[in-house]
């Protein structure tokens, strides 16, 4: 079954995409089954563990509080993924047209990189003021930075030799190279990156509440409320941000595939 | 495919097409220098057609770029139409289309052929009209608004020699454009190739592989041996290439002699390792 | 995650000796560039910060926000307080470092044994993948914070014979919450990048699905893998951060990032000690990986860049 | 001389096997507020009562009562405010001893800010730790009337500089810790320390919002029905007290030895914190640790009167009746009171303590 | 090229190596059902070389994955010496070589050739016994050590056909093996294929674009037409093909009536588009 590569039929062809929808609710609903099984039947803690209805029911209880929160810590995620996104677009083009950029921005990318964002959140609420959101935004947007960065110099770096040469029989402009080659090359994979900087953007965004600012975001109250042991509050606050990071998520994708859209594939 | 509107034209330029004198090219790689090619000469008439085949790494394609000043020789000067090839290139007087059909995946077959008219400040009314043109040329009339990944491979390279002809180029260089494709498709593209030079009166400069394609689109067949690229020998075909006639030339006699001569001027180049060899030339 | 573009594969090239070198010094000058950008900003700049409207787009400059670059070296080699005992701040940290190196790299192989078998599990069965992919990409998405209680308070319930459960553990678990997911993700890629041609080959071979993955899917894999195994290590060492930080686990970065965190009113220097710690962690570990991919670079004959 | 010379929690038992093994659970990193526990450690009380006591910090999110809760550990030192949330979600847990009978609660703001009392929050961004540390703002503000549609509450970091750089108008502070914070950073003004004439201080001590903080709690169910557990629990109590006791008369050696077990603060901030712990402690009316029925009181009403951003109130209901005892404390103290120890601390005199740059 | 230790087999077997008999292949796609094959009769014999030759689409490939047992027909019956094609292929009853030539990069050239071995369990000591008399016959020893990627695409080649050889299979299954080379490679790499072939006695289906690929190689060239694929024609072909006149075969009158004749079957089933084209049959 591993090994057979070929053609699919037609009816199984719609029954794959059945099965692709069916199939990973089917693990949902198997896992949210146990667990519901875990605490309700045989009787695990629900003190740490709360119920999928326990936390339902808070997520229905405190509903527009989840609204409110979801709104404040998505808006830091999605202003980060703007100013990380296009930062990251400026310095690629910048590194793609002048090597010594990219060879000096190395160190910082790669630092940036592997850097947790729980060591800078303390440093950036200093440097950006703890009374706005501008440090979570910051933060939210150096998380998004890098994947950007790398994913649109790559993208910068695959112009196909035929059409640099094609470009050249032309006697085109460099403008009119990177408006006509350059730039559609890169574009996917430009939007590959920010799909991989939108879940990061979340996350970061979300942690950030950690370390301080203005309250009512999401990771400020999950903190809270796990804090009074209203785990499942806590875990309600924690659905609401698993949404978000979905919607990001499949947003910046639908993105992508718009971008990639009726492309070859090399 | 439909007739083009336009009457065929004659040459009409008298100077030669191309003009390559003692051209040699050096690679420097890291392991060293490369001779891609050394001591070539070659003058391409207008409206001549003549192929470049060899064996894999002879220079073709070097030769092919010096003359689209897409490399520079290391000695040596390449003139087209009289004109340094840099000129040339700036006064778009050459088409060309490579093995890669090179179509930019995010454009229409439309705008793909429209590309080099719409760089070089072509009016829309102009351009939707020549387009419309070279489509028809080529018979793709009714792709024009897909992308080319929805098209077959030997429907891209139409693509790309539309594009090629985009602005009535007197001169045609094309980089095993069939390379890719099947024998059947091949053979359909070649007659329509001969067909559209006789329309446009080009002259081209065709790298092949084949020995039967270069002989059957031919006028003269220009026989490269490697290490240092040489021009071992020009087989001069003597074919009745009337397009009515087009189809039945494959089978003829003359043809398979083309094909015999370019066979063992190839081989005087490079030794071939078993079984006895042909070693007079024509 | 789906069809990501591949860049066409590339031959890596070794470059000359100068041009190595020549890399270096613009990475140097890179570092410098940013220290310099940085004291000419806290010099020009107001001290309040450049405020547009509500937002303060720059920040500010004062020795609190902003202290000079070379207090923050300099004091790297003062000792961490003032009592007798006490090491330079850079030893301090680097054991701290070393500490939760230790506990990362635990994370790590967790992580790449259940995102291996999570590979596996989906490029044997179709309907696995279809199943518990979406889930792998979602689980992400959950904040760590989250669940550090809830692991620690599992774990210490753990107790077989002998075998107790530690706190470090708990913060290696975190950490493979984070590394598994490139893993299994770049290993289910690879465990899938064989040509088809590759793959009837062996069944030309009439050889089952277990000797396929041993002779085809895992050498092809490696090359899908590696990139995988460095995200994955960069990733151990954020959870691993971040874990001690939430579990509040001696001895590891993560506990003195919030200690100085919480002196850098009095002292905003020492701070940056364990930042500047923690990019050299998660570089070492990053770095690390490459010395496997030196040993296994026969079967990256094929370059990819994931 | 003690069992510190090994260090925390690596000194399981060790051959000596008729000692009773007991997990504390602290609610911060190790450090001068919790000096009493580790004194008691360092100079072997709890050795002394037959116990091998394993001290476990936390961090950011360890919730002390829910590790007790959880039966993690024996005993926790958690705020009462907070407990009282866990109780209401379900946890079995009971105040044992309420070692801070005061709280070290400040809202710091600049002298000139105006800000003299709660009711001056008004309008104002007032900043809080969260973390369940917020509830006495909540509590001293629903005082007056006020609430987080009011005023704007705004988390804090771990340190003082959203307030030094003027992002928040007034600042939490512990008097043991953030406060001394304030007092070791340089006013760029003057090139000198702050002084204490540079602030206003509101102590929540001094308000309605005043709650109950340090207190010891324990495992309920156990409490009732595991008879080794109650007499561990005297034990524990007496050797915590001796410990308070400790650190009261030694100040500096107190310091010395949470210093020694890696708390991260310069010297003369170490200090501060256990000066200022003990001025929370001592003088103990009723012996260190009695639960005073008035001041639990307070401390509930407050929290039934506390709405935080979301619309989420501490708790809805009055907690269940066994959710403190003096019972154990009582015997503790009186048994030490046997011993002629002095368990008020009528006599304490705190000393003065000089903060340097960086609390160095 | 070193001759081969052995001395040259006779086929041995007397049974067909394929029958292929009333065989229908329907793939089902989203956009419906497509007919590869249909009614397909096909006997090849035991030493015996055919080739496969059509129109891109025409079902070659799905044939010879048929009777690879890579695909199961929808009606009728494939027998590969006188066993099913599963049976023959857990037998290891034949070896087969792709366009591409499908070799694994992190494997040495021994290794890869090796590779069938190893999986079915022969000894270290046999195994390197065998590669080395593979690599002989196949003129790489010398490149026993290097990896795919140091090769030329020829050599590559070379190195899938010895491993496809590897046990010794009495049917060789090729689809296109010589696609991705160049002409002069090419006509080497055929010249040596029949070498091998007369060396081993094994029988051959042999997948092409080439006309005359299919000519100078094959006993019968199988020409088949699209939509639903058929078998057009099967041209016999009665050239000499003693090894050492195999060189000059190819310029023979003999090979260019064969191409003529396989040109024509083509054409007879799939209509050129321009020009005159012949109708007779040979
Ligand atoms: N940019 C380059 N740098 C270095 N060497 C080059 C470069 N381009 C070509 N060469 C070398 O020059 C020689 C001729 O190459 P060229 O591509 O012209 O051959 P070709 O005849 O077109 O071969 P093919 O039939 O394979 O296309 C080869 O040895 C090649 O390796
Ligand atoms: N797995 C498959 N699923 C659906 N259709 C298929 C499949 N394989 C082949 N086909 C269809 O069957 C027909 C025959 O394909 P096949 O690959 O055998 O042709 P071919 O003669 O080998 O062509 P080529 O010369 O291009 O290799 C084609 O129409 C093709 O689209
Ligand atoms: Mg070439
Ligand atoms: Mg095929």
């Given at each position: ?65 989840m609204v409110s929160a979801t709104m404040i810590t998505g808006l830091n995620a999605l202003l980060g993924l703007v100013i990380g996104s296009i930062l990251g677009i400026l310095l690629a083009a910048l590194a793609a047209g002048w090597r010594p950029i990219d060879q000096m921005s190395a160190p910082i990318v790669a630092s940036l990189a592997v850097i947790p964002i729980v060591a800078l959140a303390p440093v950036l609420n200093s440097m950006f003021g703890a009374d706005s959101q501008f440090g979570r935004q910051a933060i939210a947007g150096l998380a998004s930075f890098v994947p950007v960065f790398i994913n649109t110099l790559r993208g910068f770096r695959q112009t196909l030799p035929v059409h640099r040469d094609l470009m050249k029989v032309y006697a085109a402009s460099s403008g009119q190279i990177v408006r006509t080659v350059t730039l559609p090359t890169a574009v996917p994979f430009v939007f590959t990156g920010i799909r991989i900087a939108s879940s990061l953007a979340v996350i970061s965004a979300l942690v950030a509440e950690y370390f301080g600012g203005p309250r009512g975001g999401l ?25 978000l990071g979905l919607i990001f998520f499949l947003a910046t994708l639908a993105l992508e595939r718009l971008a990639t859209r009726g492309r070859q594939r090399t | 495919m439909t007739q083009l509107p336009e009457t065929p034209v004659a040459p009409t330029r008298t100077v030669d097409a191309v003009t390559v004198t003692g051209v040699d090219k050096t690679f420097d790689t890291r392991s060293g220098q490369v001779d891609a090619l050394t001591g070539i000469d070659l003058t391409v008439s207008a409206g001549e057609f003549i192929s470049l085949i060899g064996p894999s790494g002879c220079g073709k394609s070097t030769l092919m770029r010096l003359i689209a000043d897409l490399d520079q020789p290391t000695a040596g000067t390449v003139t087209v139409f009289g004109k340094s090839a840099k000129q040339a290139r700036l006064d778009q007087d050459y088409g060309i289309a490579f093995q890669q059909a090179g179509l930019l995946p995010w454009r229409t077959v439309a705008a793909n052929v429209g590309l080099p008219l719409e760089l070089h400040g072509a009016s829309g009314r102009d351009r939707t009209a020549r ?152 | ?306 | ?360």
């Amino acid at each position: 079954m591993a090994l057979t590569l070929s053609g699919r039929s037609a009816p199984s062809a719609k029954r794959d995409t059945t099965l692709r929808i069916v199939a990973p609710v089917a693990v949902g609903v198997l896992v949210l089954g146990v667990w519901q099984f875990l605490v309700s039947v045989v009787g695990v803690s629900d003190y740490l563990l709360p119920s999928p209805a326990a936390i339902v029911e808070q997520f229905v209880e405190f509903f527009p509080s989840m609204v409110s929160a979801t709104m404040i810590t998505g808006l830091n995620a999605l202003l980060g993924l703007v100013i990380g996104s296009i930062l990251g677009i400026l310095l690629a083009a910048l590194a793609a047209g002048w090597r010594p950029i990219d060879q000096m921005s190395a160190p910082i990318v790669a630092s940036l990189a592997v850097i947790p964002i729980v060591a800078l959140a303390p440093v950036l609420n200093s440097m950006f003021g703890a009374d706005s959101q501008f440090g979570r935004q910051a933060i939210a947007g150096l998380a998004s930075f890098v994947p950007v960065f790398i994913n649109t110099l790559r993208g910068f770096r695959q112009t196909l030799p035929v059409h640099r040469d094609l470009m050249k029989v032309y006697a085109a402009s460099s403008g009119q190279i990177v408006r006509t080659v350059t730039l559609p090359t890169a574009v996917p994979f430009v939007f590959t990156g920010i799909r991989i900087a939108s879940s990061l953007a979340v996350i970061s965004a979300l942690v950030a509440e950690y370390f301080g600012g203005p309250r009512g975001g999401l990771g400020g109250l999950i903190s809270t409320s796990a804090a009074s042991s209203a785990y499942p509050r806590a875990w309600a606050y924690v659905l609401a941000s698993i949404a978000l990071g979905l919607i990001f998520f499949l947003a910046t994708l639908a993105l992508e595939r718009l971008a990639t859209r009726g492309r070859q594939r090399t | 495919m439909t007739q083009l509107p336009e009457t065929p034209v004659a040459p009409t330029r008298t100077v030669d097409a191309v003009t390559v004198t003692g051209v040699d090219k050096t690679f420097d790689t890291r392991s060293g220098q490369v001779d891609a090619l050394t001591g070539i000469d070659l003058t391409v008439s207008a409206g001549e057609f003549i192929s470049l085949i060899g064996p894999s790494g002879c220079g073709k394609s070097t030769l092919m770029r010096l003359i689209a000043d897409l490399d520079q020789p290391t000695a040596g000067t390449v003139t087209v139409f009289g004109k340094s090839a840099k000129q040339a290139r700036l006064d778009q007087d050459y088409g060309i289309a490579f093995q890669q059909a090179g179509l930019l995946p995010w454009r229409t077959v439309a705008a793909n052929v429209g590309l080099p008219l719409e760089l070089h400040g072509a009016s829309g009314r102009d351009r939707t009209a020549r387009v419309g043109e070279l489509l028809d040329m080529v018979g793709l009339s009714d792709f024009a608004d897909r992308y080319p990944d929805q098209l077959s491979g030997g429907m891209q390279q139409r693509v790309a020699i539309a594009r090629a002809l985009a602005e009535k180029p007197d001169l045609l260089l094309m980089d095993e454009p069939f390379g890719a494709l099947d024998e059947m498709t091949r053979e359909r593209m070649q007659t329509e190739l001969l067909r559209i030079c006789a329309e446009t009166g080009a002259a081209v400069v065709f790298v092949t592989h084949s020995i039967p394609e270069a002989v059957y689109l031919s006028d003269r067949v220009v026989v490269m041996s490697p290490r240092p690229g040489r021009i071992q020998e020009i087989v001069p075909m003597g074919l009745n290439r009337d397009p009515a006639h087009a189809e039945a030339l494959r089978e003829e006699r003359a043809f398979f002699d083309g094909v015999t001569a370019v066979r063992e001027a190839l081989h005087t180049g490079s030794p071939v390792p078993t079984g006895a060899r042909g070693v007079e030339n024509r | 995650m789906t069809a990501e573009t591949l860049a066409p594969a590339i031959r890596r090239r070794r470059g000359a000796p100068a041009r190595e070198l020549a890399r270096w010094a613009y990475g140097v000058l890179g570092i410098l560039v940013l220290a310099a950008a940085w004291e000419l900003y806290k010099l020009l700049g107001p001290s309040d910060g450049v405020v547009i409207g509500d937002a303060r787009i720059l920040p500010r400059t004062t020795d609190l926000a902003m202290p000079h670059t070379w207090d923050m070296i300099a004091r790297l080699f003062d000792p961490v307080t003032r009592s007798a005992t006490a090491n330079p701040l850079w030893l301090e940290v680097a054991l701290a470092a070393l500490v939760t190196l230790g506990i990362a790299a635990v994370g790590w192989l967790v992580g790449i044994v259940v995102g291996f078998a999570l590979a596996l599990i989906m490029q044997r069965w179709r309907l696995a993948e279809w199943g518990l992919l979406p889930w792998i990409i979602l689980s992400q998405t959950v904040p760590l914070i989250a669940f550090a209680p809830v692991v620690r308070s599992w774990g210490s319930r753990i107790e077989i014979g002998a075998f107790e459960w530690q706190d470090w553990m708990s913060v290696a678990v975190i950490a493979s919450y984070l590394a598994f997911f490139p893993i299994a993700v770049g290993a289910l890629k690879g465990l899938q990048s064989p040509d088809t041609i590759h793959t009837e080959l062996m069944r030309t071979y009439g050889v089952g699905w277990w000797k396929t993955l041993v002779k085809l899917r895992i050498p092809a894999s490696i090359p899908y893998l590696l990139p995988a195994l460095r995200l994955g290590a960069a990733n151990a060492v954020i959870g691993a951060v971040v874990a001690e930080v939430s579990t509040g686990m001696q001895g590891g970065i993560g506990r003195i990032l919030i200690q100085y965190a919480g002196q850098a009113s009095g002292d905003p220097s020492k701070a940056w000690g364990p930042i500047f710690g923690s990019i050299v962690l998660g570089l070492a570990a990053a770095g690390s990986v490459a010395i496997l991919g030196a040993i296994l670079r026969n079967y990256r004959r094929v370059e990819i860049n994931a | 001389s003690g069992p510190a010379d090994s260090g925390t929690g690596s000194n399981t038992g060790g051959g000596d096997d008729e000692l009773t093994e007991v997990k504390l659970q602290l609610q911060w990193l190790p450090q001068g507020q919790f000096a009493g526990y580790f004194a008691a450690l360092d100079q072997g009380y709890f050795e002394e009562e037959g116990l091998d006591v394993e001290i476990i910090p936390s961090g950011g999110d360890i919730v002390p009562q829910d590790a007790l809760a959880n039966g993690d550990v024996d005993y926790a030192i958690a705020w009462v405010p907070k407990v009282l949330g866990s109780i209401e979600a379900g946890a079995n847990v009971t105040n044992i001893a309420q070692i801070f009978q005061r709280s070290g609660t400040l809202q710091v703001s600049w002298a000139d800010s105006g800000i003299e009392s709660v009711a001056d929050f008004e309008g104002k961004k007032i900043g809080s730790w969260g973390f369940g540390n917020e509830w006495e703002i909540f509590a001293a503000m629903a005082e007056e009337g006020l609430d987080s549609s009011t005023v704007e509450i705004i988390t804090q970091d771990f340190n003082m500089n959203a307030f030094l750089q003027g992002d928040i108008d007034a600042a939490q502070a512990m008097t043991y810790n953030e406060y001394a914070q304030l007092l070791e950073t340089v006013d760029p003004d003057t090139g000198e320390l702050y002084t204490e004439d540079d602030f206003n201080v509101i102590s929540y001590e001094d308000t309605v919002g005043a709650m109950l903080q340090d207190a010891i709690w324990a495992d309920s169910e156990k409490l009732e029905n595991d008879e080794d557990y109650q007499d561990t629990t005297v034990s524990f109590l007496k050797a915590v007290i001796k410990g308070w006791i400790f650190a009261a008369e030694n100040p500096e050696d107190a310091a010395e030895i949470t210093l020694a077990e890696g708390s991260g603060w310069g010297p003369s901030h170490e200090l501060w914190m256990v000066n200022e712990t003990n001025k929370l402690i001592w003088p103990a009316e009723n012996g260190i640790g009695f639960i005073d029925q008035a001041a639990f009181e307070r401390t509930v009403a407050g929290a039934l009167s506390a709405v935080n951003e979301s619309g989420a109130a501490l708790i809805t209901e009055e907690p269940p009746a066994g959710v403190w005892t003096n019972d154990y404390i009582q015997q503790a103290l009186d048994a030490l009171e046997e011993e002629g120890v002095d368990v008020t601390g009528e006599n304490f005199e705190p000393i003065e303590v000089t903060l340097n740059e960086g609390g160095q």
